[in-house]
């Protein structure tokens, strides 16, 4: 099996675990790590662990930071990254873990505010044709995560249409006016987007429990392929052509959520290849989102050292 999975925003990752954290007062962590991140990176991470060599993870890289971001990405013997390398800098979030309150907080520095953070034509045909190259030895695409400024508004679809016509299966895990758009030109066989996602793409307001399954059956029906909708620990809502399922989510006490969907996405499109059974492809998908919880590193199935 290989998967080629897209990350479009990749990310320098720093996990900061506190004690306890307080605004306003002088916090000391307890542990801090960094990692090469970005939904679908971290999903080619899981992937990995799951079974070695199964992902490639293509990403765009800024050439500010890029060699400290590859240096990351080369000591984690699960990850396989081919970078596209345009003008400005990677982007960097940084996780704040409050143990004694059990909650996690993502702080992102937002690239579109980096007026040097230019994709341009070159890095887009670049990266149109590794897409191409990968979709003729790849068995699917795992597309995920948010379009940068930096890149034109149709490359999500672009990179879609390729792999539609390679005849190859497409799992897309964004949301909004990129979503809508590739819409227009193929259909991807999964869309998997959480609850909020969902009907800020589709209805533009929350739902209620009858409302958001009646909701995700007709927009599976309409576009005759599998939506999955999830929603953190309830049960995740999955519809196949029109035909509906709910599967609980694991219990788990969690460290770090972050990546959880991305580990969901990993899980689910390795099962699903291999067994063909959405029920079964879900419940690999919220294992695997539990485990991610376990562990303080964004993307992992695995316990690793900390530091």
Same mark, same amino acid.
């Given at each position: 099996?290989?998967?080629?999975?897209?990350?479009?925003?990749?990310?320098?990752?720093?996990?900061?675990?506190?004690?306890?954290?307080?605004?306003?007062?002088?916090?000391?962590?307890?542990?801090?790590?960094?990692?090469?991140?970005?939904?679908?990176?971290?999903?080619?991470?899981?992937?990995?662990?799951?079974?070695?060599?199964?992902?490639?993870?293509?990403?765009?890289?800024?050439?500010?930071?890029?060699?400290?971001?590859?240096?990351?990405?080369?000591?984690?013997?699960?990850?396989?990254?081919?970078?596209?390398?345009?003008?400005?800098?990677?982007?960097?979030?940084?996780?704040?873990?409050?143990?004694?309150?059990?909650?996690?907080?993502?702080?992102?520095?937002?690239?579109?505010?980096?007026?040097?953070?230019?994709?341009?034509?070159?890095?887009?045909?670049?990266?149109?044709?590794?897409?191409?190259?990968?979709?003729?030895?790849?068995?699917?695409?795992?597309?995920?995560?948010?379009? !940068? $400024?930096?890149?034109?508004?149709? *490359?999500?679809?672009?990179? =879609?249409?390729? /792999?539609?016509? %390679? +005849?190859? #299966?497409?799992?897309?895990?964004?949301?909004?006016?990129?979503?809508?758009?590739?819409?227009?030109?193929?259909?991807?066989?999964?869309?998997?987007?959480?609850?909020?996602?969902?009907?800020?793409?589709?209805?533009?307001?929350?739902?209620?429990?009858?409302?958001?399954?009646?909701?995700?059956?007709?927009?599976?029906?309409?576009?005759?392929?599998?939506?999955?909708?999830?929603?953190?620990?309830?049960?995740?809502?999955?519809?196949?052509?029109?035909?509906?399922?709910?599967? !609980? $989510?694991?219990?788990?006490?969690? *460290?770090?959520?972050?990546? =959880?969907?991305? /580990?969901?996405? %990993? +899980?689910? #499109?390795?099962?699903?290849?291999?067994?063909?059974?959405?029920?079964?492809?879900?419940?690999?998908?919220?294992?695997?989102?539990?485990?991610?919880?376990?562990?303080?590193?964004?993307?992992?199935?695995?316990?690793?050292?900390?530091?």
């Amino acid at each position: 099996m290989k998967i080629l999975c897209v990350c479009l925003s990749a990310t320098i990752q720093r996990t900061i675990k506190f004690e306890s954290f307080t605004l306003g007062k002088v916090n000391r962590s307890q542990i801090w790590r960094e990692d090469a991140s970005g939904k679908a990176l971290n999903a080619a991470r899981v992937l990995n662990q799951l079974e070695p060599g199964a992902s490639i993870a293509l990403c765009p890289v800024g050439n500010t930071n890029a060699e400290y971001f590859m240096v990351l990405a080369s000591r984690d013997n699960d990850l396989y990254v081919h970078p596209i390398y345009i003008d400005g800098n990677t982007r960097e979030c940084w996780t704040v873990i409050d143990s004694k309150n059990k909650n996690t907080s993502e702080l992102i520095a937002d690239e579109r505010e980096n007026k040097k953070h230019i994709a341009g034509a070159e890095a887009e045909l670049d990266l149109i044709e590794s897409v191409r190259e990968y979709m003729a030895v790849c068995d699917a695409l795992l597309f995920a995560g948010s379009r !940068p $400024a930096a890149w034109s508004k149709n *490359i999500c679809a672009r990179i =879609c249409e390729v /792999a539609n016509k %390679a +005849g190859k #299966l497409i799992l897309a895990d964004y949301k909004g006016e990129d979503l809508l758009d590739t819409l227009k030109v193929c259909v991807p066989h999964i869309i998997k987007i959480n609850e909020e996602e969902f009907c800020q793409t589709f209805g533009g307001l929350l739902l209620s429990e009858e409302e958001l399954e009646k909701a995700i059956v007709q927009k599976s029906q309409e576009l005759n392929n599998i939506i999955i909708v999830t929603r953190g620990a309830k049960s995740t809502i999955a519809a196949e052509n029109g035909k509906c399922m709910k599967v !609980p $989510a694991e219990t788990v006490e969690a *460290i770090n959520t972050t990546a =959880c969907g991305d /580990a969901f996405d %990993a +899980g689910f #499109l390795y099962d699903y290849i291999q067994n063909k059974n959405i029920e079964s492809a879900v419940k690999a998908g919220n294992h695997c989102g539990a485990l991610n919880a376990r562990t303080i590193i964004p993307g992992s199935i695995v316990q690793q050292d900390y530091n």
